[in-house]
């Protein structure tokens, strides 16, 4: 599978905690986020986010494949995050597991209005913890975006220290 999605470091991950829809246990949740980066398609490279504006940030969602550190940083907080088989997405994506089995979809974590990774205020906002992966460059991925909701979380999120996970600024 190759890559449709070059994101620009910073890479955000994102962390927060959600009853699991099926046995009602609070599971933590994570989800990758980046100022900006280019996208294929149809064969054409376009342009997202804005790289110059480091307070605002989109979503990687349904995310198929990523860097194997990105990958390592992102279940050092959730390791339960993993690709899985969606009927819902009609794909496999990287998502949030429980202990009960059941997964939590992207649909629900970044379409649901506050809930997950979609806050409608700053105190849902708030719930969320994010910090900032020490990569550099430019990182393939194969993933959707979604932008709307990055400014109220880096906003009013509880940033956590850069190297918490993933090591050293490489």
Known sequence: MSPNLKANCP????????????????QTVIA?????????????E???GD???????????????????VLTAAVEINPRFERRSSKTADTAYY???CDCGAFAG????FSDPGEGFF????????RIHYQRLPFKGVMPFNASW??????????????????????ADQ
């Open 11 to 26: 890479i955000y991950l994102l962390s927060t905690t959600l009853p699991c829809w099926k046995c009602g246990r609070e």
């Open 32 to 44: 990758l986020a980046v100022h900006s980066g280019v996208t294929v398609e149809d064969g054409e």
């Open 46 to 48: 376009l342009e997202f």
């Open 51 to 69: 790289p110059a504006d480091q307070s605002d940030s989109v979503m990687l969602t349904y995310i198929e494949m990523l860097p194997s550190e």
């Open 95 to 97: 998502c949030n597991g």
């Open 106 to 109: 992207d649909h629900y974590l």
């Open 119 to 126: 806050p409608t205020t700053a105190e849902e906002a708030a």
């Open 146 to 167: 979604s932008h709307g909701t990055g400014r109220l979380i880096l906003g009013h999120g509880q940033r956590e220290p850069a190297d918490v996970v993933g090591g």
